[in-house]
């Protein structure tokens, strides 16, 4: 799927931050349904705050609020300890926006920002997502480097997905989990 000229000509991109919670919210509950506190995703970040220089917000032509991504500091544990690691997602496209592309904005710019974050000294983390290989692997993320991760509730092993400078350093095993540092 590849971005409408249209959706990209006109989305403004924000800091999530500078969106009403209520509003960030509906989007999610609009994309995903308000069941969505059930995917282990939510699990895997519970407690956490999302990164405010990662999550980001898009809206549309006429400034509405459209699509939401947000990133998370989260660790594989093992048993020497946690590895830092950032869990992106959800990306949350409202439906009656979904396939402009939006949701490729976002994550563009995201990495965008986390390679700009990295050069200039913080230090570029492993993302880890859980979503399709056929979506995200534009983007470089894979299942090749997550065959013995866990996840701390039920997911489909082909769909974790991880990209990133030092990734091939990261442990084969391990448990995601809430950062703890």
Same mark, same amino acid.
């Given at each position: 799927?590849?971005?409408?000229?249209?959706?990209?000509?006109?989305?403004?991109?924000?800091?999530? %931050?500078?969106?009403?919670?209520?509003?960030?919210? %509906?989007?999610?509950?609009?994309?995903?349904?308000?069941?969505?506190?059930?995917?282990?995703?939510?699990r895997?970040?519970?407690?956490?705050?999302?990164?405010?220089?990662?999550?980001?917000?898009?809206?549309?032509?006429?400034?509405?609020?459209?699509?939401?991504?947000?990133?998370?500091?989260?660790?594989?544990?093992t048993?020497?300890?946690?590895?830092?690691?950032?869990?992106v997602?959800?990306?949350?496209?409202?439906?009656?926006?979904? !396939?402009?592309?939006?949701?490729?904005?976002?994550?563009?710019?995201?990495?965008?920002?986390?390679?700009?974050?990295?050069a200039?000294g913080?230090?570029?983390?492993?993302?880890?997502?859980? !979503?399709?290989?056929?979506?995200?692997?534009?983007?470089?993320?894979?299942?090749?480097?997550?065959g013995?991760?866990?996840?701390?509730?039920?997911?489909?092993?082909?769909?974790?997905?991880?990209? !990133?400078?030092?990734?091939?350093?990261?442990?084969?095993e391990?448990?995601?989990?809430?950062?703890?540092?």
């Amino acid at each position: 799927m590849t971005a409408s000229p249209r959706a990209q000509a006109s989305a403004t991109i924000i800091p999530l %931050e500078a969106v009403d919670p209520a509003m960030i919210e %509906e989007v999610l509950d609009r994309a995903f349904g308000p069941d969505r506190h059930a995917r282990t995703a939510y699990r895997i970040r519970e407690g956490m705050a999302w990164l405010p220089g990662l999550s980001l917000a898009a809206l549309d032509e006429h400034d509405l609020l459209v699509a939401t991504i947000q990133c998370w500091p989260v660790g594989l544990q093992t048993r020497e300890g946690q590895v830092p690691l950032v869990m992106v997602g959800p990306v949350a496209v409202v439906p009656e926006r979904q !396939g402009e592309g939006f949701g490729v904005g976002l994550m563009s710019a995201m990495l965008a920002e986390d390679a700009r974050l990295g050069a200039a000294g913080r230090g570029a983390l492993p993302q880890v997502l859980i !979503g399709d290989s056929s979506y995200y692997g534009r983007w470089g993320f894979s299942a090749a480097m997550t065959g013995g991760w866990r996840c701390p509730g039920p997911y489909e092993q082909d769909r974790l997905l991880a990209r !990133g400078h030092g990734l091939a350093a990261m442990p084969a095993e391990g448990m995601l989990a809430p950062w703890e540092g």
